[in-house]
Structures are given as structure tokens and as C-alpha cells.
């Protein structure tokens, strides 16, 4: 399981577009977000609701959004190695896809499979949003309920993988057997005593998880052509 914004892309890219075509009031909501008063789908829709572009504007603004450079390698060693993969994410669908398109890694991305995200239409100049994944009784109030994602996705598999760099990913994390963190989100693991492997890019997450997953696999062929079950 894997956040987008900030851990995918190298910059937020939600908050790339509330700076540069909201008005500056998204920055009030977002301090009720970080001090606790509300949750993220309160605060997205509130701060959405303050965006003023056009479909053209926004996309010319995804469109120079920069990507890890080893997400692409990531996703292509996973695949190899049939491992399930989602990206779970308060942010937009629409720029998900949009700015995994570039890099071609989008062919699986529908929301609600491999991708569970909010999601975003452009109307005019009015940015409208819609949350299909928050979780029953999800006591957080999120836009995506990432934990109860994990819980239902990651049933039968193990372990339980998850990436994040932010604060959005904090519930997250308790349902995980291993976390990458970087940024906000290993703070936040730090301060309350949750183990996680810090991570600067992909290719540090791809070389840890590489050592893993090799072995294991390794370990089982072994057992296979020696007939044990």
C-alpha cells in the first residue's frame, strides 16, 4: 500500500494546487486539519471548494509535477514479482492518473482497483469532489479511510506493506506489518514509538523490500524441488 502525494511525487501535490489557484483561506482549514478539529475529507472539500482554474490551468499545473525517479522501476519489480499493489490516497484521481500517465504506470489504476483515492471533476472553473472510499464508522472523519482499506485488501497477505511520507498516513501505519516512512510521517513514527524503515527514494524502498522478497521466494522454490509442503 502506498500514499501518492509527497511519496510518489516529490512535491504535495494537492497543496501545489490550493497555493498556486485557491484562495489563500485553504490555509486557515488546513490548520483545523493539523490541530485535530476536523478530518481530512471535511478539510479537502472546504479547501476544493476554494480552487477557482480551469481544466487547462490544472492540468498545465500536473503536468510539470515531478515524480520519483524510481517509481517506474518500483512498479515494474513488484509486477515481476506478482506482488499486490495499491495507491491509497486522500488526493484526486484525476491527478493521479494524470501524472502516472507520463510515466505509463496508470493501465491499472482504476479507482477502486489499485487505486483508491477522492475524487475530482473540473466544471467550469469549480473543482467538484467526491469521496467513494471513507470506511464505516471511520471515527477519523478521512477522505480516504486508508486504514480500513488495509484491513479488507491486505486480508490474506503477508506482510502488510505501507509507504507514506505525511501526516495523512498516520492511521495507516497501525495496521501495517512494515513501514517505509519519510518526512512528517517519520516523525510522527518516531514520537510514538512505531518501528518503520526511513526511506529517502523508491530505490531505497526497492532494495530493502528486493533482499525480502527474494529470499522468501528463494526459500520456497527450495522447499518445492526438495517436495516439501
Known sequence: FCDFDGTVTQIDVTDEILTRLADPAWRDVEQEWVRGEI???????????LVRASA?????????????????????F???????????????????RRVLR?????RRLRNGQHLCASQLRVRGRRALTRFPHPAAGCEHGCATCKAGLMK??????APVIFIGDGLSDRFAVREADLV??????L?????????FEPFRAFADVQARLGKTVDS??????SRMALGVS
Do not use: T, W
Open 152 to 157: 479488507r485488501l491486505g486480508r490474506g497477505h
Open 39 to 49: 478530518g481530512s475529507r471535511e478539510c479537502l472539500e472546504r479547501q476544493m471548494a
Open 216 to 221: 522468501r521466494q528463494s526459500k520456497v522454490e
Open 78 to 96: 513488484v509486477e515481476d514479482r506478482a506482488l499486490p499493489f495499491y495507491v491509497v490516497s486522500d488526493g484526486f484521481d484525476y491527478v493521479i
Open 180 to 185: 517505509f516512512a519519510k518526512h512528517d510521517l
Open 56 to 76: 487547462r490551468e490544472l492540468n498545465a499545473l500536473i503536468d510539470a509535477i515531478p515524480v520519483d525517479p524510481g517509481f517506474v522501476d518500483f512498479c515494474r
Open 187 to 195: 516523525q510522527y513514527c518516531l514520537a510514538n514509538g512505531i518501528a
Open 102 to 106: 507520463r510515466s505509463g504506470v496508470d
